[in-house]
């Protein structure tokens, strides 16, 4: 048992180290730029060298590495200040695994390698106003006209919707089957006419999604991926792969930052590290970073093997989220009064438990909520029944709803 | 990255969950609850046989001289088993205190008999309710020990405790090794709360010892000793804490309510996920526990206290959610249910409860931020 790389991997880290240093774009080249273009530029010159996407086949634009190189090289860009490049990831780590299975051979070519390289950014469709954890229940249809579909409707939470190329999503074409069994998956052109992408403000004042309004939107039947009804099916494979990629809630603040404001403020004119309270709870956040750490070592070590992990990953989103939450709330309450003040010029541990404690609970709800988290622990991993559904079975126009 | 047990070990593993499942049933652990037996000699027999005593023994003293990877995947799964055996304070605590800090003599005197199985070890230190500290205990001692030890984890059955003992010098106490088949030393059976591992209150008049380790050194000593059985517990920990959850799964799976399995209520399955998820987190922090106690790693007192934290919290989560699962048969004297909630009160309180090892957790972080 040890944390050491095998001798591959050892090269294999050393060569991407090597890469990633000697290309890391320096400040003469971001000089002026916008975010996105920082990213599309870092993207670009990464896919041109063949570290972009690289687990992809290479006619795709990837390398056909393996998995733990994808995590090492991860690992050492991580190490780096290198432009964030958060902007491809549900293109890349969603819609890419979708078209790859899903997708002709002719679309893959076409598209795969411009989501590698970032020149074309992609977003997810999924979620309605009436379709969030009960996703199959999503009312925005398509129907048949021509070669082509024509789509109503309205979808919710739509993460980059306003900068993206391309979309995938899933329509409801025929309403009088069983609610999963009238669902067909598609990809279209976000430029298409008929589209209106309206930002929602949340809570902590900032705009991550949209909402995504459709009014006689035209889709060609060759961009439906999957056939005509299986469109749960294709959606299975996209949400497999968000689970994957939507992470413990990096950037929030974690044990370290509430240790060291531990040190530094005060109960009953001593240092609130030395109270008993304080270390508990302390104790309690190391101890779970701990663990979710070491389940990604072993994790980690499936994938060095050539293994699929095992379920024991599935739970670093329903540990880690709850965790930040309650770690920003805490530590507001250890500067009391002054934890209320805000102050975006003021200091920035403030700030960052601020910041998590307004944004932390849309974490606890995206990609699956903690409560279908643990639905799929308790079904996927302990093999427990589905609880029982009143909508099984029954077209979908006869199933009741909330309005 | 290679942080997965070996072939060998898992291998060990499954040979260890075979045979405790043929010798060491929910029915031998009724039966040391029930009965009047101390512990259940026979079965102890058959785990010396096997060499599970002897695991880490060097082989110069007749042990099998293997790593603590393989001693850790026999805690697991005698934990899961909630075996009826004096082993976490032989194996865990005696055994480790004389290889630390034994002599030549004591080494050579003791660890082949614990080896094989021929003696019983334990480690004496709580003398009354709340934490035992150099500033408050009472029993003396040196070349000869005066004082009470209580409760001692089977000390009615073994043959020698390592007693912990005030010293006006050093850091204030003494390790002592103390033959407990003497006449100045008088053993009382106690009832206890886990009556499937026997307890005793010991007395000691003059007794005969020795001094272990140096004089003056015996509380860095012990802090260095549960430090290292801290996550050989944590596996025991974890071991029950699975099994409590399997037996909470099964039972729900089979029990009908308003027409349907109770496994199939969200109420019921999100319990059952919360004790997946800390069975999970005590898991993976036990691993890391056993790398660090494997290499003496510089970081063990962080391993020891976040692995214990973690077994300590997983299996009174596990134990008392699995009670809850079986409703009003959970709490029955015929349901096996009390015995992991009777063994996570055990193993929490042994060698130092949760708030104490939460502080030492902080407490070790600072002594690392500041190296």
Redesign the interface.
């Known amino acids: ?6 001798a591959e ?1 050892a090269t294999f880290r050393s060569e991407a180290a090597a890469w990633l240093n000697a290309n890391l774009p320096s400040e003469a080249d971001l000089d002026g730029l916008t975010d996105m273009q920082k990213a599309k530029l870092w993207q670009k010159r990464k896919a041109d060298a063949g570290w972009a996407c690289i687990r992809w086949p290479q006619e795709y634009g990837g390398r056909g590495a393996n998995a ?1 190189e994808q995590v090492i090289l991860n690992q050492e860009e991580a190490k780096l200040a290198a432009p964030n490049v958060g902007v491809f990831s549900i293109g890349q780590g969603m819609a890419a695994p979708t078209m790859q299975t899903w997708a002709t051979e002719e679309q893959k070519k076409r598209y795969l390698p411009k989501l590698a390289s970032g020149e074309e950014i992609w977003c997810q469709l999924f979620s309605e106003p009436a379709g969030g954890s009960d996703l199959a229940a999503l009312r925005t249809k398509a129907e048949k006209d021509g070669d082509d579909w024509i789509i109503n409707g309205q979808k919710i939470w739509t993460s980059g919707a306003q900068y993206s190329d391309f979309g995938i999503i899933v329509l409801r074409t025929d309403p009088n089957m069983p609610k999963h069994q009238g669902l067909s998956y598609f990809f279209l052109d976000m430029k298409s006419p008929g589209i209106e992408i309206k930002p929602i403000k949340q809570m902590s004042g900032a705009s991550g999604f949209n909402e995504v309004y459709f009014t006689d939107v035209r889709v060609s039947d060759a961009q439906r991926l999957g056939e005509v009804g299986q469109g749960w099916q294709v959606a299975l494979t996209t949400l497999m792969n968000e689970r994957a990629s939507i992470g413990g809630g990096g950037g929030a603040a974690g044990f370290k930052t509430a ?1 060291d404001l531990a040190n530094r403020i005060n109960i009953d004119d001593k240092p609130a ?1 030395e109270d ?1 309270h304080v ?2 709870q ?3 956040w ?3 970073e ?6 990604g ?2 994790s ?3 994938l ?2 050539g293994e699929i992990p095992g379920p ?1 990953n599935s ?1 670093g989103k ?2 880690g989220a709850p965790k930040s939450q309650d770690l920003a709330s805490f530590a507001m309450d250890l500067m009391e009064q002054a934890g209320i003040v805000l102050d975006p010029d003021g200091d920035e541990m403030a700030n960052l438990f601020q910041g998590t404690y307004m944004s932390i609970p849309g974490l606890r709800i995206a990609g699956g909520t903690d ?1 279908i ?3 799929i ?3 996927r ?8 559904r009143v909508d099984k079975g029954i077209p979908f126009t006869d199933v009741p709803t909330s309005n | ?6 072939e060998e070990q898992n291998l060990l593993r499954e040979q260890a969950r075979g045979f405790l499942q043929d010798n060491c049933s929910m029915k031998v652990v009724r039966a040391a609850l029930e009965g009047d037996e101390p512990f259940n000699r026979d079965l102890w027999k058959k785990v010396a046989e096997m060499g599970w005593t002897s695991t880490v023994i060097p082989e110069e003293y007749d042990g099998l001289g293997l790593s603590y ?1 393989e001693l850790s995947v026999i805690a697991d799964e005698l934990g899961r088993a909630v075996a009826p055996l004096p082993f976490s304070s032989s194996v865990y605590l005696a055994t480790e205190a004389l290889m630390a800090y034994g002599t030549k003599n004591q080494k050579e005197t003791w660890l082949p008999k614990l080896a094989s199985g021929e003696a019983i070890g334990t480690f004496a230190l709580g003398e009354s309710q709340g934490q035992t500290t150099p500033k408050n205990l009472t029993t003396t001692g040196g070349s000869s020990v005066t004082g009470t030890k209580l409760p001692v984890a089977d000390g009615d059955i073994a043959d020698f405790a390592i007693v912990v003992t005030r010293c006006d010098q050093g850091d204030g106490a003494n390790l002592c090794i103390v033959d407990l088949n003497q006449t100045s030393v008088i053993r009382e059976v106690i009832s206890t709360l886990d009556p499937s591992r026997s307890h005793a209150k010991i007395t000691f008049n003059n007794a005969d010892a020795e001094v272990m380790g140096e004089e003056g050194q015996g509380w860095a000593a012990t802090q260095n000793i549960f430090n290292r059985a801290a996550i050989l517990f944590a596996w025991e920990q974890t071991g029950g804490s699975d099994a409590a ?1 399997i037996m909470a ?1 099964e039972y ?2 089979g029990r009908f309510a308003f027409g ?2 109770i ?4 109420a ?3 319990k ?3 004790m ?2 800390k069975n ?6 036990c ?2 526990g ?2 660090a106690l ?2 003496t790693a510089d970081e063990l007192p962080i391993a020891a ?2 692995t214990r ?2 077994g300590i ?1 997983a299996y009174y989560f596990a134990s008392k959610e699995n009670i809850q699962t079986h409703g009003g048969m959970g709490f029955t004297w015929e349901f096996d249910c009390q015995f992991h909630y009777r063994r996570a009160k055990l193993l929490s309180v042994n060698i130092g409860s949760e ?1 104490q ?3 030492k ?2 407490t070790a ?2 002594q690392q931020n500041v190296a």
């Open positions: 048992m040890d944390f050491n790389d095998s991997e733990i240790m590290i008993k270390r508990a302390l104790a309690n190391y101890v779970q701990s663990g979710l750490k070491f389940t070592y072993r980690m070590t499936a060095s093997k024991e739970i329903l540990v409560e988290m643990a639905n622990i308790a079904e991993v302990l093999g427990l029944p589905q609880d029982v | 990255m290679n942080f997965e047990f070996s990877l959850l799964k729900a799976l349907r399995s496994a199939s209520y969200q019921i399955k999100h059952l996920a919360n997946y998820v999970t987190l005590a898991r993976s922090n691993y890391y056993a790398w494997d290499t206290a976040t934290v973690a919290q708030s090892w939460q502080d957790l902080i972080v600072q």
